[in-house]
């Protein structure tokens, strides 16, 4: 009886190897079910954060006359791809919505990005948006084709700019791209929006000062205390600020990465790393 309990036993163990030795191996497209094991921390991210290409950075191209310039903004697929190609890992991105409500990567419904726009500003709906030239030459972008890109480079996260209405805008994304909520760094505007903004799924946020009267961009007690009240990936202004004497130091106390907007020149943007300042947003593609 005993040897006959010990084969059963020594077969049930034989099953198990061979059952997990011929389990399938994830692919490269598997995603793990445990958000934990492939989501960055907070502090490695904010670690790492330093040059930020704004609007997918500088291209060069020509005018309506053929003479050579140089675009800022365009937030258009050479843009994306450039800043990939060049090893950029943090990418600012406008977004609006459509006339149909579809979102898209523009800075604004301006004439100036696109013939297609009317000067009275008219906003496109998809299809039309997608038909039309950026600055006459480059690929527009929406926030579908915008999330294939990211799927396609892991290593690429998107801080967000959303200039229609921010919740509405993320939420969109939330919604329709719940496995990239850790590749979008969610700007916010004001401190009532970070609740909501968490609450839909994002990890990583930046509070941005540049929609704040200058009462509320200035206090400094202020934002140091909300800091330490709620975790931030970051806390960005205008360089202007910089210039006013102790702000930076009080903003220091904040504990959370400073960055300033928009800084191209490259002694500048020592000037205010060596100030305390950790990231810069800039049009300029930085090197690797």
Known sequence: MAKNFAKI????????????????????????EDPVTEQETLESLRSRIRYIIHGGGKLEGHNLYGERKYFTCSNSMEGFRQCIDSGCEFIETDFSFTSDGELVCIHDWYPSYSDDIGFEGDVLPLEK???????????????????????????????????????AGLGYIAEKYPDLRNRFIAQIYSESEYDPVRELG???IIYTLYRLDWNAKVDTAEHCRFASENPLAGITFSYELCEIPGFVEEMKSSEAPLFVHTVNDTEDQMRYFEMGIQGVYTDEIAPK
Do not use: H
């Open 129 to 167: 948006f997608l038909s039309t030239r950026i600055f006459r030459q480059y690929t527009p972008v929406s926030a579908d084709m915008l999330a294939d890109l990211l799927r396609s480079n892991k290593g690429i996260y998107i801080i967000t700019d959303i200039k229609d209405n921010n919740l």
């Open 9 to 32: 036993i020594a077969a049930g163990m034989v099953f198990v190897l061979l059952s997990v030795s011929c389990a399938p191996v994830p692919g490269p497209g598997y995603v793990s």
């Open 202 to 204: 994002f990890e990583y």
